[in-house]
């Protein structure tokens, strides 16, 4: 997974009642956009450096505006 600042990290739950996880990566770290990733999640507006795991999808930031490409 390599990330740019700007693009989404959305993190689904292994348990059916925990739902989806997104938040905004607000810093990578390393050039090659390797993890670990700064990131603003949105359900409760905080931070935490993350290493993304195998329920983790990258969704790159959209080009003009807010929210993720689809």
Same mark, same amino acid.
């Given at each position: 997974m390599h990330a740019e600042v700007g693009d989404w990290l959305v993190v689904h739950s292994r348990r059916v009642d925990d739902g989806v996880r997104t938040g905004l990566i607000t810093a %990578? *770290? +390393?050039? $090659?956009?390797? *993890? *670990?990733? %700064? %990131? +603003?999640?949105? $359900? $409760?507006e905080r931070w935490s450096v993350v290493f993304p795991g195998p329920d983790a999808t990258l969704r790159p930031h959209a080009p003009h505006g807010r929210g993720p490409a689809t």
């Open positions: %990578v *770290p +390393h050039a $090659d956009g390797s *993890p *670990p990733y %700064v %990131v +603003h999640w949105l $359900d $409760d």
